[in-house]
């Protein structure tokens, strides 16, 4: 068994066939984690765990680059937008009711975004806005006692000041025996893979290390228990399949290079991988 721990088969490039590729991958003995980027994908990710009895969870959460500009909100009932839009706001009361469904397992996409700012906006007002919204998903997370997805791109020094923060100033709701939160899609190198270890977080691998050797020293020297694998389709798509859509059933791709890089029986890096993304998402 593996579980794609970061999929998006409830993004607009799995439209035609989403439940297709779902139970593709439930037949091949593969479970996985659908996460929304925005409210209408968090909705539409809860939707298609819901028709599903086992195998299929969601994480909702608003990732830093689909947040508008303007004011944060508290109220729900304050103002309405339209969630097709690239762009929303962020009303915590709306997240907070999609989080305690069933199948929510975790807050996420969330995190920082200094890659993609808009250009005609201040950058440290842009920045700002992106830390005040992270910290609000971090709170829900932690008060709803969920782990958080997070997605990071040239931000990690920010990132990593202000998960210490958030992790000092709320250490009696941070549980001190069990990861709560993982870097999605990591790309870091060993020092930075161990502050998010030191800071109670672990790290997830895409399809991109089939690819690129530049992540094989620190697979090989991280411990495979802090680790998790993940496809983030449909991006990411891990060889033999580069440059077609990826899909969760490819996840072990990404399981069978970690395998060769460690030195390991692929069916044991799937065994303490799965029990990882278990433990983690409580499945």
């Not at 969601?58 to 909100?73: E, F, I, Q, W, Y």
């Not at 996420?108 to 842009?126: A, C, M, S």
């Not at 020092?191 to 992540?215: C, E, P, R």
Request: charged letters at 25%; one cysteine or more.
């Amino acid at each position: 068994m593996l579980i794609d721990t970061h999929a998006h088969v409830n993004f607009s490039d799995f439209k035609e066939d989403a439940d297709e590729v779902i139970r593709r991958a439930l037949d091949n003995d593969t479970w996985m984690i659908l996460v929304g980027s925005d409210y209408k994908t968090s909705t539409r990710a809860l939707n298609y765990a819901n028709k599903y009895q086992k195998g299929v969870y969601t994480a909702v959460g608003l990732h830093p680059v689909h947040l508008s500009s303007g004011r944060l909100s508290n109220n729900s009932n304050e103002g309405a937008y339209d969630f097709s839009v690239r762009s929303e706001e962020f009303y915590y009361d709306n997240y907070e009711k999609l989080a305690k469904f069933e199948k929510v397992v975790a807050i996420g996409e969330i995190g920082l975004d200094y890659y993609h700012l808009p250009p005609n906006e201040d950058q440290k007002t842009v920045k700002e806005r992106q830390q005040a919204v992270l910290l609000q998903q971090l709170l829900l997370a932690r008060q709803l006692d969920l782990p958080v997805i997070i997605h990071c791109r040239q931000a990690h020094d920010d990132l990593l000041a202000l998960l210490q923060e958030f992790r000092k100033v709320y250490a009696s709701l941070i549980p001190n025996n069990k990861p709560w939160g993982v870097l999605h899609c990591f790309s870091g190198d060993e020092d930075l893979a161990w502050k998010y270890f030191n800071l109670g977080l672990i790290i997830s691998f895409t399809g991109l290390i089939t690819f690129s050797q530049t992540w094989d020293s620190l697979i090989r020297k991280v411990p495979i228990d802090r680790i998790m694998i993940e496809t983030d389709s449909p991006y990411m798509t891990p060889e033999p399949y580069r440059g077609q859509r990826n899909e969760p059933v490819l996840v072990k791709y990404v399981a069978q290079r970690i395998a060769e890089i460690k030195n390991m029986k692929v069916e044991r890096v799937a065994e303490i991988t799965t029990e990882t993304a278990r433990k983690f998402f409580r499945i």
